[in-house]
């Protein structure tokens, strides 16, 4: 698989000199772009991605990926909006708060009909939703990742607050390792973590985020820009990743030889991740009529709530923040 790297301020000028995305495709048998993640593609929840490259569906589209590593969604929303990058990924939420900040990024595909970001409990404790972690502990990525307002849309589902909830940022280890060791009774997260806390002794039990609130699985994230002036590549790489996503749903456990051979951190770790595969199918990726498409009724319930919640401060024009262009 390709090198990671991560993005930052102060290796920007030298990456923007290197970066050959713009250049148009007669110039060049095979077109090196530029894909931002917001964590290390190794992570199991980019799979889709992972998949894609390995099984040559972006080559085959006369493209070279390298992915590259930002901080977060919403930093990617920002590299992209910048020019920085043609294409990135995040949530599927995450145009809405870039918008906010007058970033012009736009969701171009969403990666399942679930949510990436789903309840965690103890199973057999009580914890039975939301309306039972009023003054309880409950861990999440960061206070500014989606995992933290995902958790906000679930709790008010049961008419709580984040006030009436201790929740806890705990980064990308601590938030699994917190609630397999009792300090937690719940966690907001990707599944891959729930399977983390089950191998370190926990028994989980997983409340699907749909239950409770909108939030939505990753996107695919271009800047108003890109979309204008370069759709084909835009629909080249929509196209290649949603084959990666759509080899998940077809194929199951067949797709993870091929994940291993390009995460190869994952070898001797199949069982592993055939519970994660599964997971992720049941809870994020199943559920679109059209794979990759936005749903703006969801898209439009999910705003309502980040400007009730004070997370933006107005509405945004839901055309300003995805199109479907792409997918159909």
């Given amino acids: ?39 290390p593609a190794t992570l199991p929840a980019f799979i889709p991605w992972v998949l894609a490259q390995q ?35 995040a949530i599927g939420d995450t145009p809405i708060i870039a918008r906010a900040q007058a970033i012009p990024v736009k969701a171009v595909a969403v990666l399942g009909g679930g949510s990436l970001t789903n309840l965690v409990i103890h199973d057999g404790t009580g914890i039975e939703g939301p309306r039972d972690l009023k003054g309880k502990t409950v861990t999440v990525l960061s206070y500014q990742d989606t995992t933290f307002y995902a958790l906000l849309g679930m709790l008010a589902s049961a008419g ?14 601590g938030i699994w390792q917190q609630f397999a060791s009792g300090k937690a009774v719940a966690f907001a997260g990707p599944v891959d973590w729930a399977v983390n806390a089950k191998h370190a002794g926990a028994k989980i039990k997983i409340l699907a985020a749909g239950n409770y609130t909108q939030s939505m699985a990753q996107a695919i994230l271009a800047s108003d820009e890109i979309i204008e002036k370069r759709p084909e590549l835009v629909r080249k790489l929509v196209r290649a990743t949603l084959r990666g996503l759509e080899d998940i749903l077809k194929q199951g456990n067949a797709i993870i030889p091929d994940y291993v051979a390009g995460a190869p951190s994952f070898k001797g770790k199949e069982a592993f991740l055939e519970e994660v595969v599964a997971l992720f199918t049941q809870y994020t990726y199943r559920g679109q009529r059209v794979l990759g498409a936005m749903d703006p009724e969801r898209l439009a319930a999910v705003q309502k709530f980040y400007v ?13 923040l995805y199109t479907n262009q792409f997918v159909k």
């Fill in 308 to 320: 009730k919640e004070g997370i933006v401060p107005k509405e945004t024009p839901l055309g300003e």
């Fill in 55 to 89: 099984r040559n569906y972006y080559r085959n589209e006369g493209l070279e990926i390298k992915f590259m590593v930002a901080k977060g969604g919403v930093d990617v929303a920002k590299q992209v909006g910048a020019g920085n990058a043609p294409i990135g990924g």
């Fill in 160 to 173: 709580l607050t984040r006030h009436d909830v201790n929740i806890q940022a705990a980064g990308p280890v």
């Fill in 1 to 39: 698989m390709n090198r990671i790297r991560v993005l930052t301020r102060s290796s920007l000028a030298v990456f923007l000199a290197a970066m050959t995305y713009s250049l148009p495709m007669h110039a060049q048998t095979v077109e090196s772009v530029t894909y931002l993640l917001p964590a």
